[in-house]
């Protein structure tokens, strides 16, 4: 049995968090996804098969810095988007070791998925709205794909590198996603406080 929990974008777009139970049964621990839906069919997975707290914690947390304009984007990422960026910092970090480089997306990261999906979301602000990037990483750093013809160098990976969606989230639906999030939660937590007591 999956359940279906909606955080609306537009009439053709929405995150959706499948539940492996009823909403009122959720605990910290319960594992889920979270994919991107857009144009009725095509769906991307931002959050694969771990903790609902994990995933709705961490959006909730960045969602209401971004509501309070605190995640601005450095100027410099607004054209390419930060994940290009944030690609070029994860293959140096692996390719040199070097500790001493800035992550661009150390505060506004969101979800990031197993490398075989390799797909990273981020939230952050540009002159005072509030956006969501989806952007794919480079796979090919630490594994092999079964079949070579997928292989790209970071070089050609990075020349052709094009953002998934940028989505610009407006207030209203800021407010509403807060709301469900926060119900999410809150029962969550409640039942994890049950089911303690319970068990004392």
Not at 57 to 67: D, E, S
Request: one cysteine or more.
């Amino acid at each position: 049995m999956v359940n279906t929990i909606r955080l609306d974008i537009s009439k053709s777009q929405a995150i959706l968090l499948y539940l492996p139970c009823e909403k009122k049964d959720i605990v910290p621990t319960t594992d889920v996804f979270l994919k991107y839906w857009r144009a009725g069919n095509v769906e991307y997975d931002l959050f694969v098969n771990d903790f609902i707290n994990e995933a709705v914690k961490q959006l909730y947390n960045l969602l209401t810095r971004a509501m309070n304009n605190e995640l601005q984007l450095n100027k410099e990422f607004v054209d390419k988007g930060v994940g290009y960026y944030h690609n070029i910092y994860l293959h140096e970090l692996f390719t040199t070791d070097n500790k001493d480089i800035d992550d661009p997306a150390e505060k506004i990261i969101v979800w990031s998925t197993p490398t075989e999906v390799g797909i990273e979301t981020y939230i952050y602000n540009i002159d005072g709205e509030i956006y969501l990037e989806i952007s794919p990483f480079y796979k090919w750093d630490s594994d092999y794909p079964d079949d070579e013809n997928e292989y790209q160098t970071f070089e050609e990976y990075i020349n052709q590198h094009q953002t998934i969606d940028l989505i610009h989230i407006r207030r209203n639906v800021a407010v509403q996603w807060q709301k469900i999030l926060r119900e999410l939660i809150e029962i969550a937590h409640s039942n994890e406080r049950y089911w303690i007591e319970r068990n004392k």
